[in-house]
């Protein structure tokens, strides 16, 4: 089975801090994701990477940068914290499309809380 | 632009009685359609997939039926249990992938 790998569940930080999520997963996949997950909103795309190195701006990517130094990483940096990046991150991976779509598969989440 | 939705927030079922979750989705050119359970302090978790050249899909207790007229998709769990109790949303995947906003299933004892 895939394993995505959120380093932290729970997360609480000041206004203004750079703060880091750390996503790792086990399988090898090209593609990777961070969602932030809101109620009533649903899964909104930040950033995601189809390789080392390479990076895409999701829907909602201010605010936020990305870095992904090796295949299995992909971080999620919050530049200077505000209140309203409160929220539940997810991250995914996925495997290449090749000639069809595959399934994304998700870490538990990181529920973090700007104070 | 396009949107997949769910007609219903909340569902509450008795346990044993069967569960459809429904969703819609607004962009034909889309092939390929995803449901997700997320139970409470737990990432998504993948259920059931479905592509556009089909109309039905069976896994073990749900069922996933796919109607390209309407653009409707819905997921039927069959003799619904407590451990069912969860959020349930449909992703739509194409170009992007475009995720529902759920529906909380409540499963009575």
């Known amino acids: 089975d895939v394993k995505v790998t959120q380093s932290s569940r729970y997360l609480v930080k000041r206004t203004g801090e750079k703060v880091f999520l750390e996503c790792v997963q086990d399988m090898d996949h090209e593609n990777m994701f961070w969602y932030r997950q809101d109620p009533g909103l649903g899964l909104r795309l930040i950033y995601f990477?189809?390789?080392?190195?390479?990076?895409e701006k999701g829907d909602i990517p201010e605010g936020y940068s990305v870095s992904r130094e090796k295949k299995e990483r992909f971080s999620l940096i919050l530049e200077s914290a505000s209140t309203n990046q409160t929220s539940m991150y997810l991250c995914?991976?996925?495997?290449?499309?090749?000639?069809?779509?595959?399934?994304?598969?998700f870490g538990d989440g990181t529920r973090l809380s700007i104070l | 632009g396009e949107s997949v939705g769910l007609h219903l927030p909340t569902l509450s079922v008795q346990e044993g009685d069967n569960s459809i979750i429904n969703c819609a989705y607004s962009?034909?050119?889309?092939?390929?359609f995803i449901w997700y359970k997320q139970e409470s302090g737990k990432g998504p978790q993948f259920i059931i997939d479905?592509?556009?050249?089909?109309d039905k899909r069976q896994g073990q207790r749900v069922t996933v039926l796919l109607n390209k007229t309407v653009k409707h998709l819905s997921l039927q769990i069959a003799a619904t249990q407590p451990g069912d109790s969860a959020v349930y949303f449909c992703?739509?995947?194409?170009?992007?992938?475009?995720f529902g906003a759920g529906t909380r299933l409540f499963v009575k004892a």
């Open positions: 990477s189809y390789d080392v190195k390479m990076k």
């Open positions: 995914a991976s996925r495997p290449p499309d090749r000639g069809f779509y595959q399934p994304q598969h």
């Open positions: 992703a739509e995947m194409g170009f992007k992938t475009i």
């Open positions: 962009n034909s050119a889309s092939d390929y």
């Open positions: 479905i592509r556009s050249n089909m």
